[in-house]
Nanobody
Framework: EVQLVESGGGLVQAGGSLRLSCAASGFIFEDYAISWFRQAPGKRRDLVARITSSGSTEYTDSVKGRFTVSKDNAKNTVYLQMNSLKPEDTAVYYC?????????????WGQGTQVTVSS
């Protein structure tokens, strides 16, 4: 059974830092891309960052230069280092992976971790 468990969220002042972790199990971790999404109240869930099986990364424009996604294959864990946090970064953060293609694609999500940035 695929499981993704996020941790590391909390309350931080603007300009501060947090590191989120996503512990994965139930699949061959190093073969899959893992993404971080976030969802603020009343808004859609948006992609924040992604790391591929080979370690390539991509970020949404609003977090470039502030957030860094990384992974440790030995620990089956993906991290999201968030620096220079802003109040607009406040959201529930989810990690996600998927298997299959087209109509056979299945997405897996963690339960989310709350990040609150005070001004």
């Amino acid at each position: 059974e695929v499981q993704l468990v996020e941790s590391g969220g909390g309350l931080v002042q603007a300009g501060g830092s947090l590191r989120l972790s996503c512990a994965a199990s139930g699949f061959i971790f190093e073969d899959y891309a893992i993404s971080w999404f976030r969802q603020a109240p009343g808004k859609r869930r948006d992609l924040v960052a992604r790391i591929t099986s080979s370690g390539s990364t991509e970020y949404t424009d609003s977090v470039k230069g502030r957030f860094t996604v990384s992974k440790d294959n030995a620990k089956n864990t993906v991290y999201l280092q968030m620096n220079s946090l802003k109040p607009e970064d406040t959201a529930v953060y989810y990690c996600q992976t998927a298997e299959g293609w087209g109509p056979y694609r299945k997405d897996y999500w963690g339960q989310g971790t709350q990040v609150t940035v005070s001004s």
